[in-house]
């Protein structure tokens, strides 16, 4: 296992479009535990492979206190959704950014686990918050690309402040 690096917005690699994931061998396997392990350090709530520079449809989430209820989603499709969410959420490759964007409050979907069994999953909240955000990422997405030009402005500029100032 490993903690791989997380791209830091505005990478431009992290707009890349993730390619479904075919086969559900070991190197799979290999990338969720990687994918996990990062997340709990970084620490974090969810994490998309895009956000490790691999552009396979992956992606883990765990919204419990005691961080003990990893779940993954591999090529993840979002059935329906509804009602709209009011939380304010926050993301690993854009550091101390926080702000609220359009996401359903429940939404329903399906993907497959990383031996390729195939499930449905409802989700409301923050998990349903979480799946949405990381299912952006898979898609070329940035949370940040919802706000304002400004806003996003502003938030490129800071980051790359404090990437100069920290390496």
Request: glycine content about 6%; aromatic content about 6%.
């Amino acid at each position: 296992m490993a903690i791989l690096q997380i791209l830091q917005y505005p990478d431009p690699r992290l707009h890349k479009v993730a390619e479904p994931v075919r086969s559900f061998d070991e190197n799979l396997r290999d990338l969720v535990r990687d994918l996990a392990e990062t997340m709990y350090a970084a620490p974090g709530v969810g994490l998309a492979a895009t956000q490790v520079d691999v552009h396979r449809q992956v992606l883990v989430a765990d919204v419990s206190d005691e961080h003990d209820d990893l779940r993954v989603f591999v090529n993840p499709v979002l059935i329906e959704g509804d009602g709209e969410s009011a939380l304010e959420e926050g993301c690993l490759s854009v550091p101390g950014v926080y702000d609220r964007v359009p996401r359903f409050e429940h939404i329903r979907g399906r993907a497959y686990d990383a031996s390729g069994n195939a499930f449905e999953f409802e989700a409301t909240g923050l998990l349903s918050v979480c799946i949405q955000h990381e299912m952006d990422h898979l898609k070329g997405r940035v949370f940040v690309d919802y706000l304002s030009r400004l806003k996003q402005n502003r938030i490129a500029a800071k980051l790359r402040k404090q990437q100069r100032h920290t390496g």
